[in-house]
């Protein structure tokens, strides 16, 4: 397991990384990767009620929607947090199904709990969590137009409404996080980007991703309110 404990934004966190093999079902296979994290984060004081981020990477569409699913059941509750998800074989071991990252934070010096905001009608994402003074949106992308040039503003504008309803704007994301589908240009991206974002955002990190129901490009941002 990669582990990795850092200062950021005023907290401190405790980024965890793991695959297992591919024996048993998916659904085994996720749990014993949460099942480890809980383990190791209990080393560390905290639980997986901690968590405010995972991203999971999958080897094909069928063990995307079962390992989703999975993962929803585990962090509910003071668990809920935000989330991507993400078709791309090259990112697994040989023998893996389901490669999860997850990010805990130990809780903000004024005690304050988590605050969730659903979409209306519930998904199976979270549409932000705002903890102290930071505000973590999931993944945004769009599977309602095809092309990327269709789909880039419709991400941008759910973007803005979320950042909006947490408190927060542009001007406040410390990170965003771009998961380009691999035929397309990441030239092109950071173009678009630059027009329709003019604040200066400190992190921008780009990773490729294979297709998961046409969507050709997903977005995830973290604000500090304060």
């Not at 599977?143 to 759910?158: A, G, L, S």
Request: charged share 25%; proline share 4%.
């Amino acid at each position: 397991m990669r582990l990795k404990i850092f200062p950021w934004l005023g907290q401190e966190f405790v980024s965890l990384s793991w695959e297992n093999s591919s024996a048993g079902t998916v659904e085994e296979e996720t749990r014993a990767i949460f099942e480890l994290f809980s383990k190791q984060l209990k080393q560390l004081g905290l639980s997986l009620d901690h968590t405010v981020r995972t991203r999971m990477f999958t080897l094909d569409m069928e063990t995307w929607s079962a390992a989703n699913q999975e993962r929803r059941r585990i962090l509910s509750g003071k668990a809920r947090s935000v989330s991507s998800s993400h078709i791309w074989p090259p990112r697994l071991g040989p023998k893996a199904r389901v490669t999860v990252d997850l990010l805990a934070m130990f809780p903000p010096a004024s005690g304050e709990g988590k605050v969730l905001k659903e979409y209306d009608p519930e998904t199976i994402v979270l549409r932000r969590m705002n903890w102290g003074e930071l505000l973590f949106l999931s993944g945004v992308t769009d599977m309602t137009h095809v092309m990327f040039d269709e789909q880039f503003p419709v991400i941008i504008k759910r973007l803005t409404d979320t950042l909006t309803d947490g408190g927060g704007s542009w001007d406040k994301v410390m990170r965003a996080s771009f998961f380009l589908h691999h035929e397309e240009k990441l030239a092109c991206l950071r173009d678009c980007f630059a027009k329709a974002v003019t604040a200066k955002i400190p992190s921008l990190e780009y990773t490729f991703v294979g297709t998961r129901q046409g969507k050709r490009l997903e977005i995830e941002l973290t604000a500090r309110l304060a």
